[in-house]
């Protein structure tokens, strides 16, 4: 099949696991029926379980040169050592690999593209598939995907077809499970004995390669019936869950991080992990207010992460928010002073941001209040565009700032200014920033836009980020009166 997992070792040996020596037994014990399983491969049972709609953890892929590399290449069957094109690529959740693609592409910009794209895509599956993933490979040719080796590999017109048919991140889950899960469960006492208790395997291709397929067959099902099953047909839903139910609950019991799918077996609406991106210092003459609302069905703590503008952390990581639980639709309010209490710091120079983590769903926002009482949202951030930069006509101060949420360095910032007719303003393609470091922030306001673009204008423009990354945040404000920020960061459509 074209899923079939990648398992050659530089060796030549293929693992087995302890039901390879007992599987033939099973079909000569008199009187036995094996029941036929109700797909034949399951990468393909439904292709709406992650779409390319669905959140991606990918965060910054940064061309690092070429590089001597050894990778398999199933259009010779062989391993292949070439000069590849290497990128390294980060995700938000911590981890972190090297794409390697085949020089064939001819040059780094073409290789970035299927790297770009292809890092984004598999940031769409949980990080537990994704946790020993140390490298990508990436050829051109229509071959079979593989997984393994703590590698993930590609064929590119195979991509092609996989995504013509809707099953690109369904078979990244299936062979990414042969790269982190294979290892240490496929051949665990506790696995056998639930692949043993089922009635059946979920696919004939699990049945007809039980130690080395079972795994990966089955990981996608559990997907769609634990955390997707508002996505797949009742009757889809009850058979895996007839069919497989002892292999579902091992699963269950490892409590593998599903993120971005879900946390900690979450499954409910709403963000389990948020981030306050412009909390003001209590220096300041404007005070934020942190606005926690729980959204779950129970009470719930919260943990956070304060850094200041440069990008340092202030405190110990994932500190204690509240030691009494919020109650279900309650809310916790939190001051700048109430932050330099919990984290034990002195007041910050400037914005801090604040990333917020729970067990189950919460929303978070935040109130601006001014000397005046004027009340603002500052918390609506944009990631590619801002469309409220006042010209110079304005009595209005706008004020971007860009925050990297993200644990690399962003170099090269790159934007163009468009007028009320879409015509560059200046000069188009300018480096904005040469560089911003993981987690910091910092501000550009209409008259640093000016200089840098050697231009002026009137009327409202609009930003677009030309060379970012997918961890660049945006926040639109307009400092009005010479005394408080309105957020224009907000807005519909996508």
Known sequence: MAHSKFVLEKDGLLRRGIMGRYWGLLFLLPGLVLAEPPYSGTISIDSDIITTADPTTFSTIQYTGTGTRTMFDRRVNDWVTVDAFLFDVTFDDGLSTEVQVNPEFISSDAAAIPATKYATEIGRIPT??????????????????????????????????????GILHETFVHEAAHTSIDATHDSSVEWLAAQGSDPDFISTY????????????????????????????????????????????????????????????????????ATMYLMTTSNSNN???????????????????????DGDQLGV??????????????????????????????????????????????????????????????????????????????????????????????????????????????????????????????????NDLADLIDDTWNGEATLKIIDGAVSLKLLNLNFVNSETFFNFSCYEGQ
């Open 317 to 446: 990581a994932n500190e204690t928010l509240n030691t009494t639980g919020v109650p279900a639709s309650g809310r916790l309010k939190l001051t700048a002073l109430d932050l330099e209490t919990i984290f034990s710091v002195t007041a910050w120079k400037g914005p801090a941001m604040l990333e917020v983590n729970s067990a189950d769903s919460f929303h978070l926002m935040a109130k601006l209040v001014s000397p005046s009482g004027l009340v603002s949202n500052t918390n609506c951030v944009r990631s590619n565009e801002v469309h409220n930069v006042e010209g110079f006509d304005s009595p209005n101060l706008t004020y971007v700032r860009f925050i990297n949420t993200g644990a690399s360095t962003i170099s090269n910032i790159t934007a163009t200014l468009k007028d009320d007719n879409g015509e560059d303003i200046g000069a188009p393609a300018t480096v904005l920033l040469n560089e911003l470091a993981p987690k910091a922030a910092t501000w550009l306001n209409r």
């Open 128 to 165: 537990a598939l994704r946790a020993d993933m140390q490298t990508m490979w990436i050829h051109k040719g229509n071959e079979a995907f593989g997984g393994g080796n703590n590698n993930v590999l590609i064929h590119t017109e195979q991509a092609d077809a996989y995504e013509a048919d």
């Open 287 to 309: 005070v934020t207010t942190l606005h926690l609302i729980n959204t779950s069905s129970a009470a719930q703590t919260y943990t956070g992460t304060l850094y200041n503008g």
């Open 206 to 273: 699990a049945r007809d390669n039980p130690n080395r397929e079972d795994i990966a067959e089955s990981m996608l099902p559990y997907l769609a019936v634990r955390y997707r099953a508002d996505r797949i047909s009742a009757d889809m839903k009850t058979t895996i869950e007839e069919t497989m139910p002892a292999r579902i609950a091992y699963l269950d019991a490892q409590n593998f991080d599903m993120y971005p799918i879900a946390t900690n077996g979450n499954t409910s609406a709403g963000p389990t992990a």
